[in-house]
T-cell receptor, first 112, second 111 residues
Framework: DGGITQSPKYLFRKEGQNVTLSCEQN?????MYWYRQDPGQGLRLIYY???????QKGDIAEGYSVSREKKESFPLTVTSAQKNPTAFYLC???????????FGPGTRLTVL | RKEVEQDPGPFNVPEGATVAFNCTYS??????FFWYRQDCRKEPKLLMS???SGNEDGRFTAQLNRASQYISLLIRDSKLSDSATYLC????????????FGRGTQLTVWP
């Protein structure tokens, strides 16, 4: 089955630690996106990548970093510089000229 | 002004009711419009794209008014399974695939 996978589903982190969230897709999609969602809020764009080895900051990139070494993978690192990292993190991808984004199941990050 | 604005609700309706959600967007250059559905603690899933001529998918009808920068979603004959949050989504008019998401409108259908 084609799709987007994210792992882990739940993640707990101590303050001051970096943590990496995984996002993998086997849809052969070119562009991939990372969002965060806070309760009662819309999705906010963190980073996106339209091709391998290239990525762009979104609206709230501070405290986050990404890489895109393979088309299938777009991991997100939440660094200790992120002041309020507890949130629901969603990865999405899109094919070619279409605008429709498809989402992975998300990772719920809690900072203790 | 927010890029996409929705009434957060909640809307509480009985089964069989008709319910309408509205959304306004600020970027007149936007070209693509969508309604996504998000169940509690799950990822958003595409419900339907919205076309200028309006479109229908079973019990769901979406309308777009470009002049007023307004999008609507009508759900007829509501089912219990329609209970979810409905997200209005609009493209940014520039970089491919960059979307603005509304906060969502929460719907609860009761028996």
């Amino acid at each position: 089955d084609g799709g987007i996978t994210q792992s882990p589903k739940y993640l707990f982190r101590k303050e001051g630690q970096n943590v990496t969230l995984s996002c993998e897709q086997n849809l052969n999609h070119d562009a991939m996106y990372w969002y965060r969602q806070d309760p009662g809020q819309g999705l906010r764009l963190i980073y996106y990548s339209q091709i391998v080895n290239d990525f762009q900051k979104g609206d709230i990139a501070e405290g986050y970093s990404v890489s895109r070494e393979k088309k299938e993978s777009f991991p997100l690192t939440v660094t200790s510089a992120q002041k309020n990292p507890t949130a629901f993190y969603l990865c999405a991808s899109i094919a070619g000229e279409a605008d429709t984004q498809y989402f992975g199941p998300g990772t719920r990050l809690t900072v203790l | 002004r927010k890029e996409v604005e929705q009434d957060p609700g909640p809307f509480n309706v009985p089964e069989g009711a008709t319910v309408a959600f509205n959304c306004t967007y600020s970027n007149s250059a936007s070209q693509s419009f969508f309604w996504y559905r998000q169940d509690c603690r799950k990822e958003p899933k595409l419900l339907m794209s919205v076309y200028s001529s309006g479109n229908e998918d079973g019990r769901f009808t979406a309308q777009l008014n470009r002049a007023s920068q307004y999008i609507s979603l009508l759900i007829r004959d509501s089912k219990l399974s329609d209970s979810a949050t409905y997200l209005c989504v609009v493209d940014r008019g520039s970089t491919l695939g960059r979307l603005y998401f509304g906060r969502g409108t929460q719907l609860t259908v009761w028996p």
